[in-house]
């Protein structure tokens, strides 16, 4: 499996294809692109004060690393008084000013659209190929639909949560992305792995 991706070159990312058994896909994943994403992060003491004007304007902040999700937005808990915020269906200027708007002069909130790649794994293997190099217990008493985590993937720094019963979804910086997409694919590749949504590499 260590020459699997020797043709390809370290800093580009893994191209879009089936890794290997033919006929198996045990794990899936694909780079979910356009989407706005921007951080949110509460002024010193202003925690309480943001969750409530947030929840007021009809986004409900988890105070911790879980998910929630409403009027097309999805915030992500990444640490005390932060937020990752996503949005599939507007502009990163739209969605810094929608978030601006709701809690003027309580937080700072930063464009991050360019800054991630965004990537959703899901497969009847996916946990097994994951546990190979996520530093959290993945078994679904310990880490189910709604949480979140900020840690590290093979010396990458990541933020992954797990939508549904089915999918996680990975944040993991641009400059980072091919790292973190070798050490998917080799990881899934036993079980046999489709990737999706990032072209030609």
């Keep these: 499996m260590s020459d699997l991706l020797e043709h390809i070159a370290p800093t580009r990312l893994v191209p879009a294809g089936h890794y290997g058994p033919e006929g198996a896909a045990g794990v899936t994943a ?9 951080t949110l992060v509460a002024r010193k003491g202003a925690t309480a004060r943001l969750i409530a004007a947030c929840a007021a304007a009809g986004l409900p902040l988890a105070d911790g690393p879980r998910i929630s999700a409403s009027a097309g937005l ?6 005390p008084g932060r937020w ?29 659209s360019d800054a991630n790649l965004i990537l959703d794994v899901s497969g009847e293997k996916a946990r097994a190929a994951m546990a190979k190099g996520v530093m959290v217990d993945l078994d679904p008493t310990a880490f189910a639909a709604g949480d979140a985590a900020t840690t590290t993937v093979s010396h990458v720094g990541v933020t992954f949560w797990q939508r549904d019963a089915a999918t996680f979804r990975f944040a993991v910086g641009r400059s980072f992305a091919p790292a973190f997409l070798r050490w998917l694919t080799v990881s899934a590749a036993e079980f046999g792995f489709a990737l999706s949504g990032t072209g030609r590499g």
């Design 74 to 79: 999805e915030a992500v808990g990444t640490g």
């Design 84 to 112: 990752l915020i996503l949005a599939e269906a507007m502009s990163g200027a739209d969605l810094v000013a929608r978030l601006s708007a709701m809690a003027p002069s309580l937080a700072a909130v930063t464009d991050q």
């Design 30 to 38: 694909r780079a979910v692109d356009p989407v706005a994403a921007a």
